[in-house]
């Protein structure tokens, strides 16, 4: 970190100027994968330093593979995933896909004929790309493909059956084509094999915190939690553990909408320790075992394990506009029965009485509607050398709530007067002047912060930035000193602002007076 001359502040403060270089970024795609199982290879391969891959599917329940790959991001340097059927030993009949330290681009190739670089990139790109953390002095990059991406040009994989995967590194950029050959000790192979792949998409999304039933019954629990679907509805999800101990046992979840010590006016949904379903029943018009199926299944099965105990997990939405279910809107208290027994769902006949049953009323939650600004850092804390008595600037890296790539700024300067101010200007070049900074300022007296478009020249901000992408997080003062935080997006997509790109030196003002 380079410091720069001193030069005049506005008000009679001070400005220094600092060229920072931003050492970590999270970037997140907008692919959507969910885990079934995961395996680590750690390499003793070049710059590769652990492989994990994981089976599983994509937002539409195809099957696919995933992997991450932690590699050295202190030079220039690429890497890249081969998948092979054969066993092989070179570069021939592998399907490659190749990334580098400097940029988030995946570039699938055709598969190979010969050893060396890749030749053709594919017409079909099935790399899809999930996130990149770069840490210095190492990267962890995710994506994902099919397992059947349909592509005459790859290497279709299966679940159970065992592949090849290999993978090597080297200097020099894919993004740029100026990789070179990778060194023999830097390249290796793997016979793998991805476990069977039953899990389904990951539809539904968590908005609060799980309600935890205490059931007071052993081997019986219960979790409720809110959340919205995959089209944003407002649905409710159970979590369902019983006891499995004969060759099917059943459970079954009742939802109603008054307090009842019976079965009548329950909206039930039941499921067993053997089969791979859940099944939504009518409303019960009296006790007994549901009769008729509902028509329009609601029900719908997120995962399923068993062994002594099964578990099951299902979620349904508040308004499934079916007459055969019970409705639910935020705030309404329901009544929630469940109960267990021996049986298959699917064959009423086979249905026990429970052997054991429970129920409780339930506060139906609504989701926040907007994710409240916050910052999550991905980086240690870097100290601006400023210079000044009683002035100090820390910032880090790291995400929005949104994930977004963010940078987040504490200040702590002197507030000896009624009133004292300080601002942080962000630029892309090194200039003794305010002009072509990015300005962002805040007082001792307020709980805000203001964002002013690009200066265009020397003096006082004279123009708030229409767009304010400055988020306060807070301040504080302690004695004559005062503390402020605040952090904005890398990139803001405001024309009045100045982007942060990763890797790129940035020029970092910074001031303070009276005012």
Not at 441 to 457: E, L, Q, T, Y
Request: proline letters at 5%; aromatic letters at 10%; charged letters at 15%.
């Amino acid at each position: 970190m380079k410091n720069f001359k001193a030069v005049p502040g506005p008000g009679g403060g001070y400005t220094h100027l600092v060229a920072l270089v931003i050492c970590c970024l999270v970037c997140v795609g907008e692919g959507g994968f969910t885990s079934c199982s995961s395996d680590v290879i750690t390499p003793v391969a070049g710059d590769i330093s652990e492989i994990v891959y994981e089976g599983g599917v994509d937002e539409n329940g195809e099957k696919a593979i995933q992997l991450t790959i932690t590699f050295s991001a202190a030079t220039s340097t690429y890497a890249g995933i081969g998948f092979q059927n054969a066993i092989g030993t070179g570069m021939s009949e592998l399907d490659i896909y190749a990334f580098d330290s400097e940029s988030i681009e995946i570039q699938d190739f055709n598969i190979a004929t010969r050893n060396g670089k890749p030749g053709l990139l594919d017409t079909q790109q099935d790399a899809v790309f999930v996130s990149s953390l770069t840490t210095l002095p190492s990267r962890q990059l995710v994506f994902y493909r099919l397992l059947t991406t349909g592509d005459t040009n790859d290497v279709q994989l299966s679940d159970n059956v065992e592949f090849t995967l290999a993978y090597a590194s080297g200097p020099g950029l894919v993004s740029t084509s100026s990789w070179q050959p990778h060194q023999p000790l830097s390249a290796k192979r793997e016979r793998v094999t991805l476990p069977s792949i039953t899990c389904s998409a990951d539809v539904f999304v968590p908005c609060l915190p799980p309600f935890v039933v205490n059931t007071g019954i052993t081997d019986v629990e219960l979790e409720i939690v809110v959340g919205n679907d995959a089209a944003s509805d407002p649905a409710i999800q159970f979590t369902v553990t019983f006891p499995s101990y004969n060759p099917i046992d059943y459970a079954a979840i009742g939802i109603g909408i008054s307090n009842t010590s019976s079965m009548s006016g329950l909206d039930i949904y039941a499921f067993d320790s053997e089969s791979l379903a859940i099944r939504d029943f009518q409303i019960l018009s009296g006790n007994g075992k549901p009769v008729a199926a509902d028509i329009q299944q609601d029900g719908v099965l997120l995962e399923q394990d068993s062994a002594n105990t099964s578990t099951v997990v299902f979620y349904r939405k508040y308004d499934t506009s079916d007459l055969n279910d019970v409705q639910l809107k935020p705030n309404d208290t329901i009544f929630i029965a469940y109960a267990a027994g021996k049986g298959s769902v699917f064959n009423l006949q086979t249905w026990s009485k429970h052997d054991v049953t429970g129920s409780l009323n339930y506060t139906v939650p609504s989701c926040p509607s907007v994710s409240p600004p916050s910052f999550t850092s991905c980086s240690s804390i870097v100290s601006v050398p400023t210079g000044i008595n009683d002035f100090d600037i820390n910032y880090e890296v790291g995400v929005d709530e949104l994930t977004n790539p963010a940078i987040q700024f504490t200040v702590t300067f002197p507030s000896d007067n009624p009133i004292d101010y300080a601002a942080i200007g962000i630029g892309i070049s090194n200039t003794s002047s305010m002009s072509g900074l990015d300005i962002y300022a805040f007082d001792s007296n307020s709980s805000d912060v203001m964002d002013f478009n690009i200066a265009s020249g020397n003096g006082k901000p004279t123009v708030a930035d229409t767009q304010q992408d400055g988020l306060f997080v807070s301040s504080s003062v302690v004695g004559n000193k005062t503390t402020a935080v605040f952090y904005r997006k890398l990139d803001t997509l405001d024309v009045n602002d100045v982007e942060v790109t990763f890797g790129n030196s940035l020029i970092f003002a910074f001031a303070f007076g009276e005012g």
